[in-house]
């Protein structure tokens, strides 16, 4: 048996008939936004998935994560029907489906990397061009440590983005 796709209005209709809804985004992302009812086992504890014996759905933001790890998932749900929610919950909220956004809650942690490491390159351009070219320096740091952060899977920005204090309320 493998995972298979299913579309919002499909999903919706299996978690109303007793699938359980398996939010595999990080607590982070999950603290901003997430469908009522669901339950956010991210990517990185998807072993620790209790066997209940129903359909599990899978979903995603926008349904690449678990397009790209449908094997990991169908083997964490230890022989239990799996669907995989085309589209995230991204799809489900275009579909009308309800969502429950919280925007006390900060930004995505690679969101504020993806600002945080565009504002220093930005600057770094900027203050090369109207000061001294050595200012460069800097959007090459950020530029290396983004492609450190993509071979290694680890990005420092983000572990020191994630101890900031408004980053603090979306911890698990």
């Known amino acids: ?7 919002p209005e499909d999903a919706r209709a299996a978690i109303d008939a007793g699938a359980r809804l398996v939010d595999i985004r ?6 901003r936004q997430h469908i009522p009812g669901a339950i956010n086992l991210p990517l990185d504890r998807i072993e620790d998935l209790q066997a209940e014996g129903g359909p599990v759905v899978f979903h995603c933001r926008s349904g690449m994560r678990t397009d790209a790890n449908a094997a990991k998932l169908h083997a ?10 085309a589209g ?11 969502v429950v956004t919280d925007r006390t809650q900060p930004l995505e ?15 770094g351009v900027l203050l090369s061009l109207f000061w001294t070219p050595a200012f460069l320096g800097l959007s090459a740091f950020v530029g290396a440590g983004l492609m450190f952060a993509g071979v290694t899977g680890w990005c420092g920005m983000a572990h020191l983005l994630r101890v900031l204090p408004w980053n603090r309320r979306a911890a698990v």
């Open 26 to 31: 990080g607590a982070d992302e999950h603290a």
């Open 109 to 123: 942690i690679m969101r504020q990397v993806q600002i945080v490491a565009g504002g220093l390159v930005l600057i």
């Open 88 to 98: 995230g919950i991204e799809a489900w909220r275009k579909q009308g489906h309800p």
């Open 76 to 85: 964490a749900a230890k022989g239990m029907p799996v669907y995989l929610m």
């Open 1 to 7: 048996m493998t995972a298979s796709t299913i579309s």
